[in-house]
């Protein structure tokens, strides 16, 4: 795992950034417990949360497109 340091003029927040496999395997064990439940993601979905995990994304737009896939379904 690297960790890096993101400043800001107000503060200093510390980042974990994940390989590529801990992000595969957190999302394959967050599919397992959904589908214990009867859930399932969508291919959609999935790349949502990968690009989420990924940083390729703010929480604040990751959170804006979920809302609009789930006023789709």
Same mark, same amino acid.
Do not use: D, H, P, W
């Given at each position: 795992?690297?960790?890096?340091?993101?400043?800001?003029?107000?503060?200093?927040?510390?980042? !974990?950034?994940?390989?590529?496999? !801990?992000? !595969?395997? $957190?999302?394959?064990?967050? !599919?397992?417990?959904? $589908?214990?439940?009867?859930?399932?993601?969508?291919?959609?979905?999935?790349?949502?949360?990968?690009?989420?995990? $990924?940083?390729?994304?703010?929480?604040?737009?990751?959170?804006?497109?979920?809302?609009?896939?789930?006023?789709?379904?």
């Amino acid at each position: 795992m690297n960790i890096s340091i993101v400043s800001s003029k107000k503060r200093v927040l510390l980042v !974990k950034r994940y390989t590529q496999e !801990k992000r !595969k395997r $957190a999302l394959l064990n967050a !599919k397992a417990s959904l $589908a214990i439940e009867g859930m399932y993601l969508t291919t959609q979905e999935e790349q949502l949360v990968e690009q989420r995990a $990924a940083g390729e994304m703010s929480n604040a737009e990751f959170l804006a497109k979920a809302i609009e896939i789930a006023k789709n379904v």
